[in-house]
């Protein structure tokens, strides 16, 4: 399977079905359940709009114009980061709060993306910053990232508000010859607003702002 395959049927045929969905969805409610803000104007102004934050950036989704873009730039992000930023907004449920940290295998459906969530989202961090930690802890801190007292050097990112991604990385040991190793977790209360394939999604989003960042160091 390639990241391609799990859209279906397509990229862009899913956005437009989440937007539809969003659009029947009671704003205010959305708003309180995923802590973001919901604007809407009187019957002039007759607009719809959420406030999104997504690590770092801040987007504005047009319900009834249908696009999603970047408060700073004006410019739309990814096509996959709007699929997860509109499946966050129009299918979120409630659920219990808590915020251990479980590995993505644990999640409910995880397992047939589970070769793919190592593919692209582990050992990418592994080829980029295995021999490099300092590097990884600059590229952590300049897309948000809060360093965790855990195993490794370990930072927490908030990928949305009510979604937080946690990284651990072990660099190599040179008395024991081991090789570095990496681990990516969730907090539990992800299950109630983003499925296993959005997860999968929004980590290597994650990944990709890092080895953005890597370059830039």
């Given at each position: 399977m390639s990241i391609k395959n799990i859209y279906s049927p397509s990229l862009d045929e899913e956005i437009l079905t989440a937007f539809n969905n969003l659009a029947k969805c009671e704003g205010e409610?959305?708003?309180?359940?995923?802590?973001?803000?919901?604007?809407?104007?009187?019957?002039?102004?007759?607009?719809?709009?959420?406030?999104?934050?997504?690590?770092?950036?801040?987007y504005s989704v047009e319900v009834d114009n249908r696009e999603v873009v970047d408060l700073i730039s004006g410019k739309p992000p990814s096509k996959e980061l709007v699929l997860v930023i509109l499946r966050y907004l129009a299918y979120s449920t409630p659920g219990r709060t808590s915020e251990s940290w479980v590995p993505f295998e644990k999640l409910?459906?995880?397992?047939?993306?589970?070769?793919?969530?190592?593919?692209?989202?582990?050992?990418?961090?592994?080829?980029?910053?295995?021999s490099s930690p300092e590097k990884y802890e600059l590229a952590c801190k300049r897309i948000g990232g809060r360093r965790e007292k855990l195993g490794g050097i370990s930072y927490s990112f908030y990928l949305l508000p009510k979604v937080q991604l946690l990284t651990q990385l072990w660099k190599?040991?040179?008395?024991?010859?081991?090789?570095?190793?990496?681990?990516?977790?969730?907090?539990?209360?992800?299950?109630?607003y983003l499925n296993a394939r959005d997860l999968l999604l929004a980590a290597k989003l994650l990944v990709d702002a890092l080895e953005a960042e890597s370059k830039k160091l």
């Open positions: 409610e959305i708003g309180k359940k995923c802590n973001v803000v919901y604007l809407k104007g009187g019957a002039k102004k007759g607009y719809r709009r959420f406030i999104v934050n997504f690590l770092n950036k801040t409910p459906d995880s397992r047939k993306y589970l070769e793919m969530f190592r593919k692209v989202v582990v050992r990418p961090i592994l080829r980029t910053f295995g190599a040991g040179k008395e024991d010859y081991s090789h570095p190793a990496a681990n990516v977790s969730f907090n539990y209360s992800v299950r109630y």
